[in-house]
């Protein structure tokens, strides 16, 4: 993507934030409980949560109630601030695929900058880990899995201590709709 006017990037950066507080997440996932609570009021304290510089330690605490496992909603919620907030992640959507990030075939598969159209850099990393994995995921996603990639992931995936279960909630929904 191209902005050409610094105010169309706050408003998407607005929309995303909107779309967080109203629940269109995967990642996000509110408690039951939170009926109690006013759809205002719990949209209001995740919109300042997300967007405001300061946070307060009650301000955390009554967001994280929200949720149905605050743990996780933890640390989500703090890296969707950090990426917006520093504006990484409307910095790698500016970027273009195959033109200054991908891919390289030889190396390991991290997201490189690449020196022209189709051509990866030999030696160059991106410097900061938050943008190296944005990248990456943004690379996999325009790109795809090969099938070799995916077979090396599934095998990393079975060979952890706690494989089977990290597998068992993807498997679980599948025998049951046999």
């Known amino acids: 993507m191209h902005f050409?006017?610094?105010d169309v990037e706050d408003n998407l950066q607005h929309r995303i934030i909107k779309d967080i507080c109203d629940g269109r997440t995967s990642f996000l996932h509110l408690a039951d409980s939170t009926r109690d609570t006013s759809e205002r009021t719990i949209k209001f304290k995740?919109?300042?949560m997300l967007s405001e510089e300061k946070l307060d330690s009650k301000l955390i605490e009554q967001v994280l109630l929200f949720y149905a496992d605050p743990g996780l909603a933890f640390k989500n919620i703090l890296l969707v601030r950090?990426?917006?907030?520093?504006r990484i992640l409307l910095m790698?959507?500016?970027k273009r695929w195959n033109m200054q990030y991908g891919l390289h075939p030889k190396r390991v598969p991290v997201a490189v900058p690449f020196?022209?159209?189709?051509v990866p850099s030999e030696y160059a990393e991106f410097g900061h880990p938050d943008i190296a994995i944005l990248f990456t995921c943004l690379a996999f996603y325009y790109s795809g899995l090969t099938l070799?990639?995916?077979?090396?992931?599934?095998q990393q995936v079975l060979n952890m201590t706690c494989g089977s279960s990290v597998l068992m909630p993807c498997r679980k929904p599948c025998i049951t709709g046999m």
Do not use: D
């Open 46 to 48: 995740i919109k300042r």
């Open 115 to 118: 020196e022209a159209k189709g």
């Open 92 to 94: 790698c959507l500016k």
């Open 82 to 86: 950090g990426l917006l907030l520093n």
């Open 148 to 154: 070799a990639q995916f077979h090396e992931g599934l």
């Open 4 to 6: 050409l006017q610094k």
